[in-house]
T-cell receptor, first 115, second 114 residues
């Protein structure tokens, strides 16, 4: 079974440019998460989706970040415009419902460098 | 509020010797606790989880952790380190007892020397 897929794996952009990250969760997982991991720190949740609905986006900087999960499967996270402080690894995770809700499966991440 | 503290940012062990990674948590209710491992350029992988069943939890690759409520600890151990254990390890607490909102510790980098 394929795991969580993310692309691109690496992205280098100049500040003020837009950037987008894509995530394909494990088949059948209704819950999808986006995390940001700064260097030397643990991941921090940005947004959580239950199917196509964003049910927790309290940590998403909405002035420049946006996300969507059309049709409740793939998801895209966008930053526009990017700032130097956005350099980090962006992780996508997914989980099934019910008793397995707490077990999240993570993708390899997209490492963003903003110059 | 729930939080987790990893007491060591770096741990260096010799191959074949025991590994101990320390984690303390704070929670206003009985928490769910996890250990995840992150190898370079790889996704986070769940090692083990505690969800109010047995206090000694066995995970993959020979790792285990013991939940000690009196000490609010959830330390990760392995009897004999292998070179492949070199990675970053994260202690994680679930912030709610409903859905899986996770609070990650800052991580412990493990170095294994021959």
């Amino acid at each position: 079974e394929a795991g969580v897929v993310q692309s691109p794996r690496y992205k280098i952009i100049e500040k003020k440019q837009p950037v987008a990250f894509w995530c394909n969760p494990i088949s059948g997982h209704n819950t999808l998460y986006w995390y940001r991991q700064n260097l030397g720190q643990g991941p921090e949740l940005l947004i959580r989706y239950e199917n196509e609905e964003a049910v927790d986006d309290s940590q998403l900087p909405k002035d420049r970040f946006s996300a969507e999960r059309l049709k409740g499967v793939d998801s895209t996270l966008k930053i526009q415009p990017a700032e130097l402080g956005d350099s980090a690894v962006y992780l996508c995770a997914s989980s099934g419902g019910g008793g397995s809700r707490n077990e999240q499966f993570f993708g390899p991440g997209t490492r963003l460098t903003v110059l | 509020a729930q939080s987790v503290t990893q007491l060591d940012s770096h741990v260096s062990v010799s191959e074949g010797t025991p590994v101990l990674l320390r984690c303390n948590y704070s929670s206003s209710y009985s928490p769910s606790l996890f250990w995840y491992v992150q190898h370079p350029n790889k996704g986070l992988q769940l090692l083990l989880k505690y969800t109010s069943a047995a206090t000694l939890v066995k995970g993959i690759n020979g790792f285990e952790a013991e939940f000690k409520k009196s000490e609010t600890s959830f330390h990760l151990t392995k009897p004999s380190a292998h070179m492949s254990d070199a990675a970053e390890y994260f202690c994680v607490v679930s912030l709610t007892d409903s859905w899986g909102k996770l609070q990650f510790g800052a991580g412990t980098q493990v170095v294994v020397t021959p």
